[in-house]
């Protein structure tokens, strides 16, 4: 059976959850290609030796220059915050890797251009975990809407939003745009973005306005390591000025013609992972709230409008649903992590020249998602429409 050397640079909140997923696709996919633990990268604060340990990882390093080019490494998995998601895709392309990262691409447009500009020229695969095109039920939204099930699409709505960026939590590597890029628009509405382009098979063409604000304009200096853990982090006395949004909304159009409406937050109080489309089609009408995330409603227009209404339809069936039949019977559900052991059996069939059961994004698909990202954010500061176009 072959194998690959996987490389995880990085810990953390991806950190545990990609090791979650290396560990189990072996056991629950029989991929084509199977993964090996190989090597994980930790700065030496955060004890790389004792996260090996306990996520099983061969070996650990706090040296991510010498992992990426070690030549038994295959894949190198990035899961560092943004502003290093750059320096070690190039470094890792350029040493003929293949290489995964994390959401968003990077932290700013130019990285993400670079990275881009890097696979273009590299022999290595590349991908990016957006992990919610691998919640079956996003999956099937997908394929309802090319089975052409809600007609021509008037309408995308979709937001974001968390709860847990209250003045408790000190100032993370989140909250500084030198680190993160952008604050709650990069982390959440890059999700939401994509998924809208991969459900709807259409890309966002333009924004015709934004608007971007911090509610909390300084916190506290973290002690120690900024914990990654959402909300974490001790804090210490002294503060420091965000310089990221805490949230943004904007308004956009679709190539196909709908229009469109976006929002991210982390202190949309009352709503801890809210990750929801709605679409509406002239034939029906599609919604998907990730705090439900095994379900996804459909509005057949095409009934009698007698009997017309939302169905909640159930995605954990065997043969219609993706995934699910490597995991449990109907209606067993799954869980967030199992997103992303889906997404590893997927990199593993795409590395042995197989389809993935949902597309990926390599890093030139999830450039579009930023150059969307940076046009929210040249509109919300400039007050006006941006087209695309315009962002390269
Ligand atoms: C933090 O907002 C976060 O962990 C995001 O970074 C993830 O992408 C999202 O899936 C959950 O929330």
Redesign the pocket.
């Known amino acids: 059976m072959e194998t690959i050397n996987v490389a995880l640079i990085g810990q953390g ?1 991806m950190g545990r959850s990609h090791s979650n997923a290396w560990g189990q696709v072996n056991k629950f996919f029989k991929p084509p290609i199977r993964a090996v633990m190989h090597t994980v990268f930790g700065m030496p604060e955060e004890d790389p030796q004792e996260f090996a340990r306990n996520w099983g990882w061969q070996n650990a390093s706090s040296d991510w220059q010498a992992v990426v080019r070690r030549p038994e490494i295959g894949l190198v998995d990035v899961v560092t915050p943004n502003y290093m998601h750059a320096p070690v895709a190039i470094a890792a392309l350029e040493a003929g890797k293949h290489v995964a990262c994390e ?1 968003p691409l990077a932290g700013t447009l130019a990285d993400a251009r670079a990275m881009a500009e890097a696979a273009r020229k590299a022999k290595g695969k590349t991908f990016v975990w957006f ?1 919610y095109r691998r919640c079956p039920a996003v999956a099937l939204a997908h394929q309802l809407v090319k089975q052409g099930r809600i007609g021509e699409i008037r309408h995308v709505r979709a937001v974001y939003l ?1 709860d847990w960026a209250n003045e408790s939590v000190p100032l993370l590597w989140r909250f500084d745009k030198s680190l993160a890029g952008s604050g709650a628009h990069g ?2 509405n890059a ?1 939401i973005i994509d998924m809208t382009r991969f459900v709807t098979g259409q890309e966002i063409v333009e924004v015709v306005g934004a608007i971007a604000e911090t509610f909390i304009k300084k916190r506290k200096l973290p002690k120690g390591p900024a914990g990654e853990t ?1 909300g974490a982090g001790t804090a210490g006395e002294q503060m420091g000025d965000v310089s990221v949004d805490d949230t943004v909304l904007f308004l956009a159009r679709f190539s196909g013609g709908a229009v469109a409406s976006f929002e991210a937050a982390r202190q949309a109080t009352g709503n801890q ?1 809210r990750n929801q489309f709605e679409i509406n089609g002239t034939k029906g009408a599609l919604k998907f709230d990730f705090e439900r995330m095994n379900e996804l409603q459909y509005y057949d227009a095409t009934l009698p409008r007698a009997v017309q209404g939302w169905t909640t339809i159930m995605c954990t069936h065997g043969p219609d649903h993706p995934y699910v039949a490597n995991w449990w019977p109907d209606a067993h559900i799954i869980g967030y992590e199992h997103g992303f052991v889906n997404e590893a059996y997927d990199i593993l069939r795409v590395l042995a020249g197989q389809e993935p059961i949902v597309p990926i994004p390599d890093f030139e698909d999830a450039y579009q998602t930023q150059r969307v990202l940076e046009a929210a954010l040249i509109s919300a500061a400039e007050r006006r429409p941006v087209r695309i176009d315009e962002v390269r």
């Open positions: 909140f959401k992990n968390q982390d959440l999700h959402l992972n």
